[in-house]
């Protein structure tokens, strides 16, 4: 590996670390990118717990095309130059245009859990100027002193408004909060809970046939699986569906990497991470592969040709009780 090589990935990474804490995100969002799946829900009041996105479903679009696009910068100098200009302008505008539809369909997902959840008979309410980016890349980047400031900033931010519960959408949010927080906050006392513990795990609502010839093959994503000790859970979900499912060789507490997060850092050597891992999931003969993951979601189905068989597990429950209105 070339020396320019390993300087553009610090580069890269001086400039997510720069967007996250001096504008709270890794990339630009418009209002739409992170809104935009609210759109004809009745989201405001109250409620036991808020909806948390963490962003996290919204940014993965963006981010991927940022990194591509600042990974195929041939000249250093450019990115050393660009590095330091984000300090002043967010030039993650300038590297980020996605296709609308990848935006729209992670809405889509959104919506999918929001209704979920509302439909399992959960409190739960919305508020856009408390759901904010969890921090997880300064995290994975090893940036403690960073993520100690900005984990704070957050925490603070929901304490002062009384929110004490929370429900997370995807397991990096999910870790951040329940287990890497509290490691920088004394007084830490905020409750999460990932949206899977809360809906109810049953097909009494259901509007297909149940007894439908697909297979699917479940991708347990690293952080629900060994980190969080999730994965009975979700599968105890698609049994209560009458969801038919295989399982891949690793699995659950072995499971396999999907290539993130290095995508940011390497996507040639994180393609072929998720080239192996879908060999794997293809192997089992399944029809479709079930993810819970943004990122899990984005790897895999770049890897696969952006093919329309790899679902998100909310898209799938979704299918069958028609909550994607």
């Keep these: 590996m070339s020396m320019r090589h390993v300087k553009n990935k610090n580069q890269i990474i001086r400039i997510i670390r720069d967007n996250i804490v001096r504008r709270g995100t890794p990339i630009y969002l418009s209002r739409w990118a992170r809104l935009g799946w609210i759109e004809g829900l009745n989201v405001d009041g109250e409620g036991e717990y808020l909806f948390f996105t963490g962003l996290m479903y919204q940014m993965t679009p963006y981010i991927e095309s940022m990194v591509s696009r600042l990974s195929r910068l041939n000249k250093s100098i450019l990115l050393d130059i660009g590095s330091k200009l984000n300090r002043l302008i967010d030039i993650s ?8 539809d990848r935006v729209r369909h992670a809405h889509q997902i959104i919506r999918s859990i929001y209704l979920l959840l509302v439909n399992s008979g959960v409190d739960i309410y919305y508020n856009p100027g408390l759901d904010v980016y969890a921090g997880t890349l300064l995290h994975d980047f090893g940036l403690e002193d960073d993520l100690s400031i900005y984990a704070y900033k957050v925490y603070r931010r929901l304490e002062e408004v009384g929110v004490d519960k929370v429900v997370t959408i995807d ?27 809360l809906i109810k795990a049953t097909n009494s609502n259901s509007h297909v ?58 996507p040639e050597f994180s393609a072929n991470i998720a080239s192996r891992r879908l060999e794997m999931l293809r192997e089992t003969g399944a029809d479709k592969v079930i993810v819970l993951c943004p990122i899990c979601l984005a790897n895999l189905r770049r890897a696969a ?21």
């Design 93 to 100: 505008r300038l590297f980020s245009k996605v296709d609308g």
């Design 209 to 266: 046939d149940n007894k439908t010839d697909s297979i699917y093959v479940i991708h347990d994503p690293c952080y629900y699986a060994r980190a969080l000790k999730k994965s009975v859970i979700y599968r105890d979900i698609l049994k209560g569906y009458g969801i038919k499912y295989v399982e891949p060789r690793f699995a659950r507490l072995e499971t396999y990497c999907c290539g993130g997060p290095i995508e940011s850092l390497s």
């Design 305 to 325: 040709g952006h093919q329309d068989y790899i679902l998100d597990f909310s898209e799938i429950l979704a299918s069958y009780t028609g909550d994607k209105s």
């Design 171 to 197: 397991p990096h949010t999910t870790y951040m909060l329940k287990e890497v927080y509290p490691k920088y906050i004394d007084d830490y006392s905020l409750e999460v809970y990932p949206y899977i513990d």
